[in-house]
């Protein structure tokens, strides 16, 4: 022992009974409920441990050559199908299933979607705290509208190591660790793998990461990011030999109009806004996006030039394809419908 501390940290040479102490300096982390003898001397702590190994090979060869006991056939059908039926309804419920759904003969299951499997590293500073890490981030899976398998392929008392990493990189899986955190060293060597490593002290705060890590994993949905806003002020009617049609002068009251495409190459769309519903263009979040309700940019004026974007607090004009019934406080919104990683 290298170290005696007590709760407050504080460096002591003797503990008393039930009292409790954080050691530092033994060579592996020990059991939950393992007891840990001080004695006089090495030569002591090395006899009682050869005497512990004797005891405990002397008992699993006991074990192994022990005579069968007498069969109790019924008795032991009686026992396995209650085990049975309690182990059937845990897998049902950690993987959101019920008695009702029936299985086909490859497995599968009748009106369900494959199951999604998320393989974890999970770490913690001792023992009682792993097992409730471990169970909090398995009950995230019934959370999410899919059918998440979450597959703790390793877990243990430590803080991760450069070996976890490796293993990690080979299973694509990431790292959680709660009140224990890697060496510099090794986040140095899971950023080069690009291994996920969240560690944290607060639990919550650590499920919160672990959504946002297994939302990479499930399919990607359609978001809406709006990139400006524009508050209709005046409707004005321009003429032409062939046609007219209405331009409404606009106020930008947040963030960037764009004409044609964003910075980041995306074709923008437009849609326009009345009272708080959407009279034109696609809805918020739409999922199945009808063409034809696709609202483009015709022109962008700033006094008498076109202009590709317009920034907040400027006025202009904008003329929008197939629709042009424009009234005085409607809102146009220029946004682009992106892919995005969300938990759900």
Known sequence: VKLLKDVNNKQINTAGPSQPVRITGLK??????DSILCVDSEERAKEIVDKRIAIQNATNRQTSTRPPRRVDAL?????????????????LKRFGLDDDRHQRDDGTVEGEADPIRIPIMIRSDADGTLAAVEGALLAIAE??????IIDPIKSGVGPPSASDVRMAQESNAPIFSFNVHPEREVTRLAEKNGVVVKSDNIIYSLLDDAKVVFASYLPTVLRDRVHGKA????????????DSTNVAGCRIEDGTIYRNECPDGNDVQFRVLRKG??????????????????????????????????????????????FDA???????ECFTREKTAVFM
């Open 28 to 33: 592996s982390p020990p059991s939950a409920g």
């Open 75 to 91: 008795g032991d059908l009686q026992v396995m199908n209650v085990k049975t039926a309690i182990d059937r309804k845990k897998i």
């Open 143 to 148: 959370e999410s509208q899919h059918r998440l």
């Open 231 to 242: 508050l209709v002020q005046m409707v004005f009617s321009l003429n032409n030999k062939k």
């Open 277 to 322: 519903q959407v009279i034109a263009g696609c809805d918020i979040d739409e999922e199945n996006v009808n063409m034809n309700k696709t609202l483009r940019a015709s022109s962008i004026r700033k006094v008498k030039e076109d202009v590709l974007k317009i920034k907040r607090g400027e006025e202009c004009g904008i003329g929008l394809q197939n």
């Open 326 to 332: 424009f009234e005085e406080g409607d809102v146009i």
